[in-house]
């Protein structure tokens, strides 16, 4: 492991305002994804590597958590006041459900990548244990 007091302090709650708007947690100017949740191999603007990210799933589970600590009480709220019928409340928290849902992808994404960069996790740290890199694929041996 590295000592990482020698490298400059990043900041990261800026790193994550950044992320939250797409934006390089670098620089703040270039685009963080290509594609619809393809992150940029490097940033347009400032050339930071940031195809070391591992986001994995945990986008995904924050926005699920996010999304319903949203939904579930507005729903719960709209029975007990009003207790619309059934198919009113699938018209009503479905579109918002998914809305919301697709509205958060960007954001969450790109804020859980600014915070592995501030960090300095997963490839991030230029003076990182280079030993150990990601598993290549091997394929299993047969005894025969």
């Known amino acids: 492991m590295t000592d990482t007091t020698a490298l400059p302090p990043r900041d990261g709650w800026l790193a994550i305002r950044r992320g939250l708007s797409n934006r390089c947690p670098s620089c703040g100017r270039g685009r963080m994804f290509r594609a619809l949740l393809k992150v940029n191999d490097h940033c347009p603007a400032c050339n ?53 849902a697709f509205a958060l992808m960007h954001p969450i994404k790109g804020a859980v990548v600014a915070w592995q960069w501030a960090m300095r996790m997963h490839g991030f740290d230029p003076e990182g244990d280079k030993s150990d890199p990601l598993p290549a694929a091997t394929t299993p041996r047969c005894a025969n």
């Open 48 to 100: 930071e590597a940031l195809h070391h990210h591992r986001a994995d799933d945990f986008p995904a589970y924050l926005n699920i958590v996010l999304v319903g600590h949203i939904v579930v009480p507005l729903v719960l709220a709209v029975e007990m006041a009003f207790a619309p019928p059934y198919w009113m409340h699938a018209a009503i928290w479905l579109p918002l459900t998914l809305s919301l």
